[in-house]
C-alpha cells in the first residue's frame, strides 16, 4: 500500500462533489450518523454477526480467497453466535447501541435547529445505511453533513461505512452525492478530549479518600496489527493522540493526581494478531504490581455496548479482582452527556465552516482509497464477485459441513486464520 502523501484521488472520482452543502428551499441538511449497529434481540445475532463479517473491510482475505468471502462469513457467524449470544444475553439479550445511537441524533437535531435532520446509519444492523439515506432524501434534504460516530479513524468503521454510504448515495440519492462534507475523525478535538477527561476526573475523584496506587487504563476496541502495519490505517495513532491529549486535560483539572495512565486494547477476536497490549493482560499486570485501584476508560466508543457493558463490566473486572485490584471504576461512555452532545453539533458547523471533505477525501486523508477494489474482493465490477461468492458460497458450504463432521473445526479457522 502506497504511503499516504502517494494516495491520489482516481480520475473516476475527480468529479465528485465539491458543492458545500446549504439549507436550500428545497429542505433541510441531513446530518448522517455512521455507527456500526448491533443486535436488538438473540435472534438477531447470528445475521448481525454475518453482515459484519461478510464486509471485506472487516475479514480482509488474499485476492485468490475473495470468492469465499460471503461462504466465510457464514462459518464464522454460525461459530460464533454462540459465544456471542451469551454475551449479548448476559446484558438483557440485545445491545444497546441503536437505542443510545438514536437518542443522539435526537438531541443533537434539536441542539441544531429546524434546519437539519439527523439520521442514523449503521452499517450491519437497522436502520442500515440505505435507510436512513432513503429516509433523508424522502424527507427533501439535498445535502448532508456525514458524521461517523467513530472519533479516530479505521478502515474498519468510518471507512467501511464511508464505502457502503458511497454506494447508497451513488446510485439512489444523486443529490446528496453532489452535495455532501465528511468529518473525517475528531480524535484530537477539545470538545471531545475535554468531555472525556471531565469524566475520568469524576471517577478518579471517587477514589480520593481510598487509594493512592491508582491507574487510569484506557482501554481501545483494537485491530489486527495488519490494518496498521500493511494497510496504513491511522487508528492507532489517533487513540494515542485522544489518549495524550486526554492525559495531559486530567492531570491539569488534578494536578494533585499521583494516577498513573496507560492505554490496552479489547475486544481481540480470532487467531491473528491485534494491538497490544491487551486489556486482560494489562489488568492483570496492573493487580499484580500491587496497584490497588483502577479507573478504566473506554476511549474508542461513544456509547455503551457489549464491549462496555458485558466485556469490560463483567469479564476484566473480574480479571482485575482475581489480581488484586480492590477498586475497580469504569468511565461510562459518552452517551448522552451535554458536553457531548455540543461536541457532535460543534463537528456538525465546523465541517460546514471548512471546505468540503467528500466521502472519497475522507477516506484519503487516512491513508485508505476507497475508489480501490476494497482487499477481498475481486478486481473489476462487482457482478462476477456476486457470481463467484455464490457459486463458492454452495460449495464451501459443503465442504464445511465435511469438515465439521471429520476434524476438529478449530484446526480449520486457525488454519485461515479467521475470527471466531
Ligand atoms: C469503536 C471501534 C471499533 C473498531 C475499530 C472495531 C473493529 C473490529 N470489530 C470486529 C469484530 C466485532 N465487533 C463487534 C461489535 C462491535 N464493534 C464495535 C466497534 C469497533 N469495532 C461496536 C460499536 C460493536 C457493536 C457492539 C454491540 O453492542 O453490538 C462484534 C460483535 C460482538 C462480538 O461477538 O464480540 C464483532 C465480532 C473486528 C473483526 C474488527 C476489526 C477488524
Ligand atoms: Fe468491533
Given at each position: 500500500?502506497?504511503?499516504?502523501?502517494?494516495?491520489?484521488?482516481s480520475?473516476?472520482?475527480?468529479?465528485?462533489?465539491v458543492q458545500?452543502?446549504?439549507?436550500?428551499?428545497?429542505?433541510?441538511?441531513?446530518v448522517?450518523?455512521?455507527?456500526?449497529?448491533?443486535?436488538?434481540?438473540?435472534?438477531?445475532?447470528?445475521?448481525?454477526?454475518?453482515?459484519?463479517?461478510?464486509?471485506?473491510?472487516?475479514?480482509?482475505?488474499?485476492?485468490?480467497?475473495?470468492?469465499l468471502?460471503?461462504?466465510?462469513?457464514?462459518?464464522?457467524?454460525?461459530r460464533?453466535?454462540?459465544?456471542?449470544?451469551?454475551?449479548?444475553?448476559?446484558?438483557?439479550?440485545?445491545?444497546?447501541?441503536?437505542?443510545y445511537?438514536?437518542?443522539?441524533?435526537?438531541?443533537?437535531?434539536?441542539?441544531?435547529?429546524?434546519?437539519?435532520k439527523?439520521?442514523?446509519?449503521?452499517?450491519?444492523?437497522?436502520?442500515?445505511?440505505?435507510?436512513?439515506?432513503?429516509?433523508?432524501?424522502?424527507?427533501?434534504?439535498?445535502?448532508?453533513?456525514?458524521?461517523?460516530?467513530?472519533?479516530?479513524?479505521?478502515?474498519?468503521?468510518?471507512?467501511?461505512?464511508?464505502?457502503?454510504?458511497?454506494?447508497?448515495?451513488?446510485?439512489?440519492?444523486?443529490?446528496?452525492?453532489?452535495?455532501?462534507?465528511?468529518?473525517?475523525?475528531?480524535?484530537?478535538?477539545?470538545?471531545?478530549?475535554?468531555?472525556?477527561?471531565?469524566?475520568?476526573?469524576?471517577?478518579?475523584?471517587?477514589?480520593?479518600?481510598?487509594?493512592?496506587?491508582?491507574?487510569?487504563?484506557?482501554?481501545?476496541?483494537?485491530?489486527?496489527?495488519?490494518?496498521?502495519e500493511?494497510?496504513?490505517?491511522?487508528?492507532?495513532?489517533?487513540?494515542?493522540?485522544?489518549?495524550?491529549?486526554?492525559?495531559?486535560?486530567?492531570?491539569?483539572?488534578?494536578?494533585?493526581?499521583?494516577?498513573?495512565?496507560?492505554?490496552?486494547?479489547?475486544?481481540?477476536?480470532?487467531?491473528?494478531?491485534?494491538?497490544?497490549?491487551?486489556t486482560?493482560?494489562?489488568?492483570?499486570?496492573?493487580?499484580?504490581?500491587?496497584?490497588?485501584?483502577?479507573?478504566?476508560?473506554?476511549?474508542?466508543?461513544v456509547?455503551?455496548?457489549?464491549?462496555?457493558?458485558?466485556?469490560?463490566?463483567?469479564?476484566?473486572?473480574?480479571?482485575a479482582?482475581?489480581?488484586?485490584v480492590?477498586?475497580?471504576?469504569?468511565?461510562?461512555?459518552?452517551?448522552?452527556?451535554?458536553?457531548?452532545?455540543?461536541?457532535?453539533?460543534?463537528?456538525?458547523?465546523?465541517?460546514?465552516?471548512?471546505?468540503?471533505?467528500?466521502?472519497?477525501?475522507?477516506?484519503?486523508?487516512?491513508?485508505?482509497?476507497?475508489?480501490?477494489?476494497?482487499?477481498?474482493?475481486?478486481?473489476?465490477?462487482?457482478?462476477?464477485?456476486?457470481?463467484?461468492?455464490?457459486?463458492?458460497?454452495?460449495?464451501?458450504?459443503?465442504?464445511?459441513?465435511?469438515?465439521?463432521?471429520?476434524?476438529?473445526?478449530?484446526?480449520?479457522?486457525?488454519?485461515?486464520?479467521?475470527?471466531?
Amino acid at each position: 500500500r502506497p504511503p499516504r502523501a502517494a494516495i491520489s484521488r482516481s480520475a473516476a472520482v475527480a468529479e465528485l462533489p465539491v458543492q458545500q452543502p446549504a439549507k436550500t428551499d428545497e429542505g433541510p441538511i441531513a446530518v448522517l450518523l455512521l455507527n456500526l449497529g448491533g443486535p436488538e434481540t438473540s435472534d438477531d445475532v447470528e445475521p448481525f454477526l454475518y453482515n459484519l463479517f461478510a464486509d471485506p473491510d472487516i475479514i480482509r482475505l488474499p485476492p485468490a480467497l475473495a470468492g469465499l468471502q460471503t461462504a466465510i462469513a457464514w462459518l464464522v457467524a454460525k461459530r460464533r453466535a454462540p459465544k456471542s449470544r451469551a454475551a449479548y444475553d448476559s446484558i438483557g439479550g440485545g445491545s444497546p447501541i441503536l437505542e443510545y445511537t438514536t437518542q443522539q441524533a435526537r438531541l443533537l437535531e434539536n441542539r441544531l435547529g429546524p434546519d437539519y435532520k439527523c439520521y442514523v446509519a449503521m452499517r450491519y444492523w437497522h436502520p442500515f445505511t440505505d435507510d436512513a439515506v432513503q429516509k433523508a432524501v424522502a424527507d427533501g434534504c439535498t445535502s448532508a453533513v456525514v458524521l461517523p460516530l467513530y472519533p479516530h479513524f479505521s478502515i474498519s468503521t468510518t471507512g467501511s461505512s464511508l464505502r457502503a454510504l458511497l454506494a447508497e448515495m451513488q446510485a439512489k440519492a444523486p443529490a446528496l452525492m453532489q452535495r455532501h462534507t465528511v468529518v473525517p475523525s475528531w480524535q484530537g478535538s477539545p470538545g471531545y478530549v475535554d468531555v472525556v477527561a471531565k469524566l475520568v476526573a469524576e471517577q478518579l475523584d471517587s477514589l480520593d479518600d481510598i487509594s493512592d496506587t491508582t491507574t487510569v487504563l484506557f482501554s481501545a476496541h483494537g485491530v489486527p496489527v495488519s490494518y496498521v502495519e500493511e494497510a496504513g490505517d491511522p487508528y492507532k495513532r489517533h487513540i494515542e493522540e485522544t489518549v495524550a491529549k486526554v492525559t495531559e486535560n486530567v492531570k491539569r483539572r488534578r494536578p494533585a493526581t499521583t494516577a498513573t495512565f496507560e492505554l490496552s486494547f479489547q475486544s481481540r477476536v480470532g487467531p491473528v494478531k491485534w494491538l497490544e497490549p491487551y486489556t486482560d493482560t494489562k489488568l492483570e499486570e496492573i493487580g499484580q504490581r500491587g496497584c490497588d485501584s483502577v479507573v478504566v476508560v473506554p476511549i474508542s466508543f461513544v456509547s455503551e455496548h457489549i464491549e462496555t457493558l458485558e466485556e469490560l463490566d463483567i469479564e476484566y473486572r473480574e480479571v482485575a479482582e482475581e489480581a488484586g485490584v480492590k477498586h475497580w471504576r469504569r468511565v461510562p461512555a459518552l452517551n448522552l452527556d451535554e458536553d457531548f452532545i455540543s461536541e457532535l453539533a460543534t463537528q456538525v458547523r465546523g465541517a460546514l465552516a471548512k471546505p468540503v471533505v467528500n466521502s472519497v477525501d475522507a477516506c484519503i486523508l487516512n491513508s485508505f482509497d476507497l475508489t480501490e477494489t476494497p482487499v477481498g474482493m475481486l478486481p473489476g465490477v462487482d457482478e462476477p464477485v456476486e457470481f463467484v461468492n455464490g457459486r463458492t458460497m454452495t460449495v464451501a458450504i459443503t465442504l464445511t459441513i465435511l469438515f465439521e463432521l471429520l476434524a476438529d473445526r478449530a484446526s480449520v479457522v486457525g488454519l485461515l486464520g479467521l475470527p471466531v
